[in-house]
């Protein structure tokens, strides 16, 4: 069967060929029938876990509220009838909000987040909330507090985090596309890991409001499709100036589905020589290689820039991702929503028994090491000095942007990794984000894109990074990389 795409499903919705409650009645039968719990930690489980809870009730209602415009001759929305997952980061009226934690269990918010009132005013129909890393913080949706997400290409992997389950959803045919988002990595890292398209737009394109914060200077909501046009179509849908947040831009928002039609002979394509150093995969240089001769084939010059600062995007995301958790996650003590530990008696005891029985071990983790870079006689060395080396990234960024127009580099130095493989091992696990985490400390945005498989049918991702606002551009390089021969 040919997997659906926005365009597809819209042309069969407006045509009257099918109907949009037929396109969500199928998805939630698929995702009843396959989706299932993940089950134990062992190769053979067949449940994938993308899902952890499904909107029927919404979802049916505005799905026939589509049919009925179609019926009327309305003009409808760009993403009319479009079965759409989002990831539970994100308050959707009606459904849980969790962030995969259980400190939040049960907590049922009374407003929509700004990008999924977006999508459910353009058309979209809302299926139900993703599996992710607990608060957003993995990179393999191993940490979820309601178990792990299996890569759907291959079970006995992991889907990439935090936004594991919603590429995985997109990946197995249970969305069309669906929202994610991404502070270190986590859109551009499991869209690479499971074969989809994720779209990382720039610091303050996409309204935040309604987004359970993990990190608030790094935090953005981004879509995951098939294809890289419904990623421009999703893109146009979500970007604006939102006035309920204060860091959304103001700046215009084009037309990134015309951009696409725009030729890339005579655009500059940077190299960053730190980003193909040692670690590495062979076959993930290889398949980038290709990717760098198609664009010189297509007329793009293909040059060398330097970001010299590379080596310390690690050590500085993690001292300001962590600082920031710290401050952000201080809300969720068991005094106004979620969970409580019913056994304390004392306040404070209150506090203490909450967080411990809420958060799973690697928001604990981080919670630490930002309290502790936050904290007197130690806030000059580490936080204060990690905002200075950001800045220093963010020049690399902004100086080779001046010799060329779009980056290209590898997301990730591995294909996606076996489950378990490296949860023992933080540090091995904070390294998979070596490639993506400078592109969000810097503000710019980045796509990850399908560029073939391993020799073990793995997938392999291309990272292109573009120009801050200049989502256009880079998805137009991103969509003849798609078209190329793998």
């Known amino acids: 069967m040919e997997l659906l795409t926005i365009d597809s499903v819209r042309t069969a919705v407006t045509g009257g060929t099918k109907t949009a409650v037929a396109f969500a009645e199928e998805h939630f039968a698929r995702i009843v029938a396959e989706d299932g719990p993940a089950g134990p930690d062992s190769p053979d489980a067949k449940g994938i876990n993308s899902y952890l809870t499904l909107s029927r009730e919404r979802a049916l209602a505005q799905a026939a509220k589509v049919d009925a415009a179609v019926a009327a001759g309305e003009t409808l929305g760009p993403l009319a009838g479009v079965p759409i997952g989002i990831k539970d980061v994100l308050t959707m009226v009606g459904s849980a909000a969790t962030a995969g934690s259980r400190i939040l269990e049960g907590y049922r918010p009374p407003y929509d987040a700004t990008a999924v009132a977006k999508l459910e005013a353009a058309g979209a129909v ?18 979820s507090a309601y178990g792990l997400v299996r890569n759907p290409r291959a079970l006995d992997r992991v889907p990439g985090g935090s936004s ?16 994610g988002t991404d502070t270190g990595g986590s859109i551009r890292q499991p869209a690479a890991f499971c074969g989809v398209v994720g779209v990382l737009p720039t610091y303050g394109r996409v309204s935040r409001y309604g987004l359970i914060a993990f990190a608030s200077s790094l935090d953005r909501v981004g879509p995951f499709t098939r294809t890289v046009k419904d990623a421009a179509t999703m893109l146009e849908v979500l970007a604006g100036k939102d006035e309920r947040d204060a860091t959304s831009s103001d700046k215009a928002v084009g037309s990134y589905v015309s951009d696409l039609e725009k030729p890339v002979a005579g655009l500059r394509v940077g190299v960053p020589a730190e980003y193909f150093g ?35 995007a690690v050590p500085t995301y993690y001292v300001i991702a962590t600082a920031e958790a710290s401050s952000n996650l201080s809300r969720f003590d068991g005094v106004r929503f979620g969970l409580r530990a019913e056994e304390a008696n004392t306040l404070s005891a209150m506090y ?26 130690y806030y000059d060395a580490y936080y ?39 949860t023992d091992d ?26 073939g498989n391993t020799k073990d049918g793995l997938p392999i991702g291309v990272q292109i990074m573009g120009k801050h606002f200049d989502e256009g551009t880079m998805l137009r390089v991103a969509a003849v990389v798609e078209d190329l021969e793998f």
């Open 126 to 143: 809302l299926l139900g909330k993703l599996n992710c890393d607990e608060f957003a913080m993995g990179s393999s949706n191993e940490n």
């Open 164 to 179: 594991g389950g919603s590429a995985a959803a997109v990946a197995a045919d249970f969305a069309v596309a669906t929202l």
């Open 278 to 312: 040692e670690g590495l995969d062979s076959e993930i240089r290889a398949a980038i290689e290709r990717v760098l001769d198609g664009l010189r084939a297509l007329g793009c010059v293909v040059q060398p820039v330097s970001l010299p600062h590379t080596k310390y």
């Open 352 to 377: 203490r028994r909450t967080r411990d029985a809420g958060f799973g071990p690697e928001v604990k983790r981080r919670i630490l090491l930002g309290t502790y870079a936050l904290s007197a006689g």
């Open 384 to 422: 204060k000095k990690a905002q200075q080396v950001r800045t220093l990234l963010t020049r690399d960024f902004l100086t080779a942007f001046e010799q060329v127009d779009v980056i290209v580099s590898p997301v990730t130095p591995t294909p996606a990794f076996k489950l378990g493989e490296k």
């Open 426 to 451: 933080p540090v091995k696990m904070y390294l998979e984000d070596i490639y993506s985490v400078a592109a969000s400390l810097a503000g710019i945005c980045g796509v990850s894109v399908p560029c």
